[in-house]
Nanobody
Framework: QSDLVESGGGLVQPGGSLRLSCVPS????????VAWFRQAPGKEREGISC?????????YQDSLKDRFTISRDSRQINKVYLQIDNLKPEDTGVYYC???????????????????WGQGTQVTVSS
């Protein structure tokens, strides 16, 4: 059983949108910053975005910030979302959320510095 559970992936046509969700199975996400990563086939896992516990700080990988939006659910503060708009074929991959116990504030760090991961949700962008 993963500590975090992602959902919301699927097969989408180019130009479409998806909203991915991340919920904890054990952790209380409201106490930690949460980051989203993705891994395309044959490539290394890369950081996309992070959000701090109060949702007052967000950070994005520079090349992705125009189409990706991270947020926390205002009613379910244990839930974190990643909205992806104008999806492109190169967005295809497995998307993960992660928590690093060292990161109370939002930091996009290398994957190895995170302690808890979900199993990932597959996003496929194809016509």
């Amino acid at each position: 059983q993963s500590d975090l559970v992602e959902s919301g992936g699927g097969l989408v046509q180019p130009g479409g949108s998806l909203r991915l969700s991340c919920v904890p199975s054990l952790l209380i996400l409201e106490e930690y910053s949460v980051a989203w990563f993705r891994q395309a086939p044959g490539k290394e896992r890369e950081g996309i975005s992070c959000i701090n516990p109060r949702a007052s700080t967000t950070r994005y990988q520079d090349s992705l910030k125009d189409r990706f939006t991270i947020s926390r659910d205002s009613r379910q503060i244990n839930k974190v979302y990643l909205q992806i708009d104008n999806l492109k074929p190169e967005d295809t991959g497995v998307y993960y959320c992660a928590v690093g116990l060292a990161f109370r504030e939002c930091v996009l760090a290398p994957p190895g510095e995170y302690d808890y991961w979900g199993q990932g949700t597959q996003v496929t962008v194809s016509s």
